[in-house]
């Protein structure tokens, strides 16, 4: 499972998709009633990207930053991280209440009325009642906020800062496309993705 930072390059055309996914069993009996079973308690997310422009010159190298990505990868073998540029940042994220006894907290963001945990952080600032904490707490690797001692009752954690997805590429080529001297696209670039810590 690889750190690596998928990069962000200039030619990035804006008729990118995300589609989250679930997994959803559904029974039809003989009279068309449903009887429907969910086996994902947290979407996969998938990723196209489109690049109208990578450059191939001494001085711009997208092609040679992203096709490198890619098979430092192995393709769809290796993880990587991706900063949606959309959906990579909270501010006053409420991830909890203090009770007095409970001490460990994950970190969240919403999306509209859905609260999903976020377990790949790059950044975060912690809050109690809107006080900045410098002490008295831990972050994880896996995104868990842990108090010494346990936040008071009725005590509001939030939190802001970034964070990322942990995906993989969907497939094991990716088309680069030449269409002038040292100029290529590639337009269709697709990974899958979560935020949780594995794919």
Known sequence: MSDAIFPSLAGLSWN????????????????????????????????TLSYDLLRDTTGQQELRSLAGFFMARYGSW??????????????????????????????????????????????????????????????????????????ASNVSLTWSGTYYFRCRFGQDVQDFRQFMRQLWDARTVQFVGSLGLKI
């Open 16 to 47: 990118s998709t995300k589609a989250p996914r679930f997994n959803t069993k559904i029974q039809t009996s003989v009279n068309l009633t449903e009887v429907r079973a969910t086996f994902a308690s947290a979407p996969l997310y998938d990723f």
């Open 78 to 151: 290796d993880s990587f991280r991706y900063q949606d540029p959309d959906d990579s940042t909270v501010v006053a994220q409420a991830f909890g209440t203090g009770d007095g006894v409970t001490t460990e907290f994950p970190l969240v963001r919403s999306f509209g009325t859905w609260v999903e945990a976020t377990k790949n952080i790059a950044t975060a600032a912690i809050y109690k009642d809107a006080v900045l904490q410098s002490a008295n707490y831990t972050l994880a690797a896996n995104g868990t906020v842990t108090f010494t001692p346990a936040p």
